[in-house]
């Protein structure tokens, strides 16, 4: 390297940061071939701040703008002085590069059920997950206790450390907060700042703050779920009678999913104490002594059928509609011969009278004609 190479390289330092990684949070600026040079230009964007490290200590933290550093570190003069150090400075300074911004749509959720006493089902199981945001509220504290001396800090470092501070918080507002499972589900908004507000002193320890903390889901065990369903069913139902038809009607489905080892015997085990639970309920005769409820009236028997009328078509014009009865008239005084064509509603076209099934009885009653004399 030439003597002018060298004395650029000691009048002209710009030390900036740009990051396309989406993840890092600390970054540290490093130099090849020399030091931090007095009168270097720092530049701190927006959602940057910098950390300068002078002989290992922690010397102050720069928000965004354009600064020069005046140090003495390492002095264009005290530079050229030190020929036995063949110009390396004796002394390093170090700038760290922290974001700012915030850090979004990060996962957190509960690897065990939290265990919580509900007013409604008792000791209840619950599961829960959703999102939060990070940001760096105090850089100088979250690099003296979290980062350390790491060239380069990612926010994976740290998720696992802030999932468990979310857990627990979380394991311990929603426990306290009294509020019944069901209703949960209405208010994961408050419980979402609750815990929030409850982890905001334990990570402003790490010179870190939540901004965001999201309660996307509170599920319940398999089992409680079921129960729940059953209510449900049985309000669908609308009164006692029809829950234990219905209920029959499951072990059944029930039995015939497993016909072997004893599926029979499941179903009729239902069915009989479906029946006894509306026996009990209802006050029906049963087991149990009850006295018999009046009978429900008979339903009235349905509507007969409505019946057929019948058209006549003779010498291109139609007649009608006449009834079986006059039809039968008709046929009686030779009006209405099997010849004769005829339609009816749902019939295909125009057909003879004789080929009817209905009218071709008409003709087989009539008396057949007198003998010849």
Known sequence: MGIFDFLTGEFIDVIHWTDDTRDTMVWRFEREGHEIKYGAKLTVREGQAAVFIHEGQLADVFTPGLYMLETNNMPIMTTLQHWDHGFQSPFKSEIYFVSTVRFND??????????????????????????????????????????????????????????????????????????????????????????????????????????????????????????????????????????????????????????????????????GMGIAMADRMTGQSGPWGAQPQPAQAAPPPPPPPPEKVWHIAEAGETRGPYSRAAMGRMAGDGGLTRDTQVWTAGQDGWMRAGDVAELAQLFTVMPPPPPAP
Request: glycine residues 10%; charged residues 20%.
């Open 106 to 271: 990060l996962k957190w959720g509960t690897k065990n059920p939290i265990i919580l006493r509900d007013p409604e089902f008792g000791p209840t199981r619950i599961r829960a997950y959703g999102t939060y945001s990070v940001r760096v509220s105090d850089p100088a504290k979250f690099l003296s206790e979290i980062v350390g001396t790491d060239g380069e800090f990612t926010m994976d470092e740290i998720s696992y450390q802030i999932r468990n501070i979310i857990v627990q918080e979380f394991s311990r507002v929603i426990a306290s907060s009294g509020i019944p499972v069901l209703d949960m589900a209405a208010n994961t908004a408050d419980l979402g700042k609750l815990v929030a507000t409850a982890i905001s002193q334990t990570v402003a320890n790490y010179g870190l703050v939540i901004p965001e903390l999201y309660i996307e889901n509170i599920s319940l065990p398999s089992a409680v779920e079921a129960a729940l369903d059953k209510r449900t069913s049985a309000g669908l139902a609308g009164d006692l009678g029809r829950f234990t038809q219905y209920s029959a009607a499951e072990a059944m489905t029930e039995a015939a999913k497993n016909p072997s080892g004893g599926g029979g015997m499941g179903a009729g085990l239902g069915m």
